[in-house]
């Protein structure tokens, strides 16, 4: 049965057009999908009782649901695991910030890319979410943290975080229809603007070039990892099927589409990319391109091959950028200690698979 809320208001207002039932009436539904979360049509109690029994007969709703709820003692960041209609499991996570929080949802279950340095490239690619189930998250966000949450550990109750990261399980720009249909429903029915919206990827250029033609000022974060192709492939496979030539070129064709800074995120792995020549190359890279460098410091999960570098490497790695003139930030991972940082999501998710 089809999924309800994974359409959108134009599609809604369509099928009930068929049914001669007046526009406004599609208003009233994506208000109960996409504001107040409901769970049945029976919900949905300004709609009439016989269009309530047919969309009943002809639609479902899906949301995810909460299995478990992990906080870290350290910073406050939390993971949410989540179940989905099919039994398969996700995670999201709450990061806490002083100008207002970040919220981290999935794309897929699973990934196909292989990153070596990401507990998700363990799993395995399992399926692509719906825009119904990337779209609750942020839903199902909002109203745990709105009603369920602790009076003590609530956000504001209208907004409970101000961002929205696609940099969960999985690879956003592989299930690129879907993830642009969420962003669309996220935008425009549940009330999040583009300029609050990133997208990170380990770069699928086509999709770069897709993304930019798009009509909302969404943020894009490129996964760099490496200066140059062939060490890059070593812990990224999918730089041997996209080159950084062709990686850059739909960088520059997306900042001259959007005029907006473009993120760089640089996970340092020790012995693998830190080296003084790599910061070197990296700037080089980068030349003349309106960016930013986010360094992330490795963050290891259950037998990560690699280990994180010493703080003096990456404190040499930020000044050899900068001495070069790049924007650079030394990111914290929030939630590494509950397995919640940047490359660590799915540890829950693929111990559940494989119990059942």
């Given at each position: 049965?089809?999924a309800?809320?994974?359409l959108d208001?134009?599609?809604?207002?369509r099928?009930?057009?068929?049914?001669?039932?007046?526009?406004?009436?599609?208003?009233?539904i994506c208000d109960?999908?996409?504001?107040?979360?409901a769970?049945?049509?029976?919900?949905?109690t300004?709609?009439?009782l016989?269009?309530?029994?047919?969309?009943?007969?002809?639609?479902a709703?899906?949301r995810v649901?909460?299995i478990d709820?992990?906080?870290?003692?350290?910073?406050?960041?939390?993971?949410?695991?989540?179940?989905l209609?099919?039994?398969?499991?996700?995670?999201?996570?709450?990061?806490p910030?002083?100008r207002?929080?970040?919220l981290?949802i999935?794309s897929?279950?699973?990934?196909?890319?292989?990153?070596?340095?990401?507990?998700?490239a363990?799993?395995?690619?399992?399926?692509?979410?719906?825009?119904?189930?990337?779209?609750?998250?942020?839903?199902f966000?909002?109203?745990?943290?709105s009603?369920e949450?602790?009076?003590?550990r609530?956000?504001?109750l209208?907004?409970p975080?101000?961002?929205?990261?696609?940099?969960?399980?999985?690879?956003?720009?592989a299930?690129?229809?879907?993830?642009?249909?969420?962003?669309?429903i996220?935008?425009?029915?549940v009330?999040?603007?583009?300029?609050?919206?990133t997208?990170?990827?380990?770069a699928?250029?086509?999709?770069i070039?897709?993304?930019?033609?798009?009509?909302?000022?969404?943020?894009l974060a490129?996964s760099?990892?490496?200066?140059?192709?062939e060490?890059?492939?070593?812990?990224?496979?999918?730089a041997g099927?996209?080159?950084?030539?062709?990686v850059?070129?739909a960088?520059?064709y997306?900042?001259?589409?959007?005029?907006r800074f473009?993120t760089?995120?640089?996970v340092?792995?020790?012995?693998i990319?830190?080296?003084?020549?790599?910061?070197q190359?990296?700037?080089?890279l980068?030349?003349?391109l309106?960016?930013?460098?986010?360094l992330?410091a490795l963050?290891p999960?259950p037998?990560?091959?690699?280990?994180?570098p010493k703080a003096?490497?990456?404190?040499r790695?930020?000044?050899?950028?900068?001495?070069?003139?790049?924007n650079v930030?030394?990111?914290?991972?929030?939630g590494?200690?509950?397995?919640?940082g940047c490359g660590?999501?799915g540890?829950?998710a693929n111990?559940?698979?494989h119990?059942?």
């Amino acid at each position: 049965m089809i999924a309800i809320n994974d359409l959108d208001r134009e599609e809604i207002t369509r099928t009930l057009s068929e049914l001669g039932e007046p526009r406004y009436r599609a208003v009233q539904i994506c208000d109960w999908l996409y504001r107040r979360r409901a769970t049945s049509f029976e919900d949905m109690t300004n709609l009439p009782l016989d269009l309530r029994r047919h969309l009943s007969k002809k639609f479902a709703i899906k949301r995810v649901r909460l299995i478990d709820e992990i906080v870290s003692p350290e910073d406050g960041a939390t993971k949410y695991l989540l179940q989905l209609h099919d039994s398969l499991h996700i995670e999201s996570v709450l990061l806490p910030h002083p100008r207002g929080a970040t919220l981290c949802i999935s794309s897929q279950v699973g990934c196909a890319f292989g990153c070596r340095f990401c507990a998700t490239a363990t799993m395995g690619f399992i399926r692509n979410l719906s825009p119904g189930e990337i779209v609750d998250q942020v839903n199902f966000a909002i109203d745990y943290l709105s009603h369920e949450t602790p009076k003590e550990r609530r956000q504001v109750l209208k907004r409970p975080f101000s961002n929205v990261v696609f940099m969960g399980m999985g690879e956003p720009l592989a299930n690129f229809e879907n993830v642009v249909k969420a962003i669309r429903i996220i935008i425009e029915e549940v009330g999040i603007g583009s300029r609050h919206i990133t997208i990170s990827t380990c770069a699928i250029p086509e999709k770069i070039v897709k993304l930019a033609e798009l009509p909302y000022e969404i943020k894009l974060a490129i996964s760099l990892n490496n200066p140059r192709d062939e060490k890059r492939k070593e812990i990224m496979p999918v730089a041997g099927k996209f080159a950084l030539k062709e990686v850059m070129a739909a960088a520059r064709y997306y900042y001259s589409k959007k005029k907006r800074f473009l993120t760089f995120e640089y996970v340092l792995i020790e012995g693998i990319n830190d080296s003084p020549r790599d910061a070197q190359e990296v700037a080089r890279l980068l030349e003349g391109l309106p960016s930013k460098i986010n360094l992330i410091a490795l963050n290891p999960f259950p037998d990560c091959p690699y280990r994180r570098p010493k703080a003096s490497t990456i404190t040499r790695f930020a000044s050899l950028l900068e001495a070069k003139g790049r924007n650079v930030t030394v990111r914290k991972s929030l939630g590494s200690d509950i397995l919640a940082g940047c490359g660590q999501l799915g540890t829950l998710a693929n111990k559940l698979r494989h119990k059942s």
